[in-house]
């Protein structure tokens, strides 16, 4: 018995080891937002069905999955930092980039709304919250979420940093709408992530709308001339997937089935000026 | 309680039907674990022995560092060995960061210091005599260090546990080396995280139910070898 329990263990390693192969995969470094709201997961399996590459999906935050392109460690990005993805071009890290979607960032809170923010503009609403010392909880975790965060509380000429009504979570957006939900504190989301979540939270939507919250999604190509372990073609056939006529509709179409209305706008092919970057 | 009875249900739910998902992650969580304990059992048997019966200088050195290694945690195991296994890394033309693999290396390195001090402690705990009267009766070295490791074997199985018992429920340095990918490295701690984090409270319940219910099964198993002999 005991040489057919050490027979079976070595099989196993040996089946574990040997579990991949094929072509050569694609590592797509992403933010945890496209892989929360499962968009990623009616998309990845089309494209490895269309291309016969395998991806492999990182999630991480935005600034993380850039540092990784930075270092050669991914072979395609899909952000949303626009400011950090401009730095990010201009250090000729990418080849290319190119606009896939939008959805829009929403100001949430407790429906008592202490700080009177409800229906005022972004920028308006983070100085009302400063000044009434309002719970904010940020991400802090240097995601996209985090990065646009930060511009609004510029914008609105606060440096919340050391202040005590200012707290980082430093988790993802599901968690992070959890501890603001539990502490009854305001919080920037991306709207899929709220809807996802919405049903057991009991925080309300407080500002929406503003040209200021949007939330646009690009897909990053890196230069191969910066490291040769890049595999540049999968890279580009998956840039080339996620602003495909047909990819786009499905795209338009995810989430309706779920919440009544899309979670994403496609936008491929737009001049990224008429979304204001 | 409303979301943990919910849980539970869809814990039942899910194993009754076979989920095809569910399953495809239990089996890779029992893959990755059992492939570690292995490389940590080859790895982690011999390092404690010697340490238990070898008097070298900077025993006491290397016997803390196992001691501390016992309690490594996981994030700081995943962090170097994703380093390690950059593209760009030293270990990087091995290409296995994001697969299974990746995570087996990084679990046999949380699981062997366990091993190794269970192991010396268990053969240190053999009657100080015995060696002595093993190689009073005329055995060689290497059949004496045989013998002791045999007489030792009920506790070593309590170090396979412990060892198993430690990767199995690691999350840190799966998911950091891994990257919770579907259908390739995601595992029941990783795919626990997740669902956490989208907001599926149920779904996140009930594979922490499989995970206890595995956990429990193996250890279970060892267990039942263990007592099968009464140790004398």
Redesign the interface.
Known sequence: MKRWIALG??M??V???S??GGAK?V?LATT?ST??S?LL?LL?PQFEKESGY?V????VGSGQAMKMGE???ADVLLVHSPAAEKKFMADRFGSRRRLVMHNDFVLVGPATDPARIKGTSAQEAMGRIARSQGLFLSRGDNSGTHAKELGLWKGAGVVPEREKWYQQTGL????TL?VAAEKRGYTLTDRATYL??K??LGLVILVEGDNALLNIYQVIELAAGK?T?INSAGGQAFADFMVAPKTQELIGRFGVDKYGAPLFTPDAGKNPASLGI | MEVLYDGIIQAFSLMISLDAEVLAVTLLSLKVSCGATLVSLILGLPIGTLLALARFPGRRLVVSMVNTGMGLPPVVVGLFVTIFLWRNGPLGFLEILYTPSAMIVAQAVIAMPIVAGITMASIQNLPATMKLQVLALGATRVQMVWILVREARLPLLAAVMAGFGGVISEVGASIMVGGNIKGQTRVLTTATVMETGKGNFDVAIALSIILLMLAFGVNYLLTVIQQRERPR
């Open positions: 263990l070595v196993v390693m089946s574990a080891f579990a991949w995969p590592i945890t892989q929360d499962g997961d990845v395998q492999k999906t990182i999630a270092r050669g460690e993802g957006m599901g968690q959890d996802a979540h049903k057991r490291n372990r």
